[in-house]
């Protein structure tokens, strides 16, 4: 049980690093600096 | 079971500090704005180091995080987010590549600046990590030679890193991004003095002499230790520890072991191990009166955190040992639950703890199940795998509400795991441990 809540973690991690990232480009776009 | 607050603060921490980076590049103020790929690399490298990073905390067996989270979850954990860490490095110059193909010329080690010098044989370092881990066995690399190319590797990939990121100086120009960086990399240094000279400075405190060394069923061993000159080690039935013998605890060669003794008996502690290959064949040429370092307890596979009112264990090969642990501490402690075994062996010769077990089957609450993948002719017992009609066969009633602790290989745990859901039993109320940690 354990090891798929770990896992749903990991995807979580990935997905919310993706995201922000995507996320904080577009604001440095549209509001530079 | 629902994961306990415990649990819950520090997954909650773990997302905060991998994502504290990130998270630090939004508010104002900001370096000036760069282009739109460019950040997502930047961002992309900054998530996958700060994963990287935290991969140098859920190895070092602290207390207050292995004995919250299965260990071998906490393994698996590392194993899956350093890779996802090594993609996410990776993407950081991929994107910045192919936005912009004259950055091609920072891989060129001999002009670039120090700063790409560093990324570059810092992401070469974490190639070799990864290849070397992931394909260990099919490189024939020894355990020790692994170990130390790891443990070396991990640290100089870090410190590249470190400076990579600190001498770009563009976000982490910013004082919160940088002080972050620094206190990250202050915690990651000190987990590394922390198992490599205070935990061994410790267990050479606290030194243990081998007090028998007796063959078991099945080519293994047990190994009983006393301690020497302290009070001994309070464990719960069903943890493990790690063990160091005929070496400093100093050195790598550790091994970890699910406790055998019952978690009652204060005076000696004992592991029972397999003959499996490399140090575990040794174990029957230990002698009587050698020193021995232990590192634990560790785990969250034990009776006392996960108190049920009936109890379902089952055991493959030598995963019976923790198994044994807690029915030893239950007939010693009197329990009078409801316990129901089910053994798989190869064979009934190999049974290991069989005569035992047959006898605490007249002390406590407890039914066996024996199941036999290569029975001699004439076995009337259960054959084969512990599938789910064996499970459905001998699972008493009360099965939604029994506690289960499985132990064993791992395809033996997916098929019991998956079978006890389809009988319907909450996936809360089941317990496993894999043998694969290391």
């Known amino acids: 049980m354990e090891d798929m809540y770990a896992r749903r973690i990991e995807l979580l991690t990935i997905l919310l690093a993706v995201a922000l990232s995507l996320a904080f480009a577009f604001v440095q776009a549209r509001w530079p600096g | ?438």
């Open chain 2, 1 to 438: 079971m629902r994961p306990s607050p415990k649990a819950t603060l520090w997954v909650v921490a773990y997302f905060l500090l991998v994502l504290a980076p990130l998270l630090l590049l939004f508010p104002q103020p900001r370096p000036e704005g760069r282009e739109f790929w460019r950040e997502v690399s930047v961002a992309l490298g900054f998530a996958g180091l700060s994963l990287m990073g935290l991969q140098f905390l859920p190895t070092a067996r602290l207390p207050f995080l292995a004995n919250v989270f299965p260990l071998d979850t906490l393994y698996r954990f590392h194993h899956r987010t350093s890779i996802a860490s090594f993609f996410l490095i990776l993407a950081h110059p991929l994107i910045l590549f192919i936005y912009n193909p004259n950055a091609l010329r920072l891989l060129n080690v001999l002009d670039a600046p120090p700063r790409a010098r560093a990324g570059t044989l810092g992401l070469l370092g974490l190639i070799v990590i990864v290849i070397t881990s992931v394909w260990r066995p099919r490189l024939r690399l020894s355990y020790e030679l692994w170990r130390v190319t790891h443990d070396v590797l991990a640290v100089a990939i870090a410190a590249l890193a470190l400076y990579h990121i600190l001498n770009v100086n563009w976000h982490t120009s910013v004082p919160r991004q940088r002080a972050f960086w620094i206190a990250w990399a202050v915690v990651w240094g000190a987990m590394v003095l922390y198992v490599r000279v205070l935990k061994p400075w410790m267990m050479l405190q606290r030194p243990w002499r081998v007090r028998e060394v007796r063959p078991e069923r099945g080519q293994s061993w047990t190994l009983s230790l006393e301690p020497e000159g302290h009070q001994g080690l309070p464990f719960l039935a069903g943890q493990v520890a790690w063990l160091t013998i005929r070496r400093s605890p100093f050195g790598i060669r550790e091994h970890p072991f699910s406790f055998t003794s019952s978690a009652a008996e204060r005076d000696h502690i004992a592991f029972t191990i397999r003959e499996l290959g490399d140090f575990t064949s040794s174990v029957g040429d230990i002698m009587p009166g050698e020193r021995a370092y232990v590192d634990g307890p560790y785990g969250t596979f034990d009776l006392d955190q996960h108190a049920g009112p009936g109890y379902v264990f089952v055991a493959g090969g030598i995963g019976s040992a923790s198994i044994m642990s807690m029915l030893r501490t239950m007939a010693d402690r009197e329990d009078e639950h409801s316990v129901v075994l089910f053994y798989g062996n190869r064979n009934w010769e190999d049974v290991i703890f069989r005569e035992e077990i047959s006898e605490l089957e007249g002390r406590l609450n407890l039914k066996v199940v024996h199941v036999l993948e290569d029975p001699a002719e004439g076995w009337e017992g259960e054959a084969g795998y512990i599938t789910r009609d064996v499970l459905d066969r001998h699972l008493p009633q009360d099965r939604r509400e029994r506690v289960y602790f499985i132990c064993g290989p791992v395809p033996m745990i997916a098929l019991v795991e998956r079978s006890l859901q389809s009988l319907g039993v909450p996936l809360s109320q089941i317990h496993s441990e894999r043998y694969e940690m290391a």
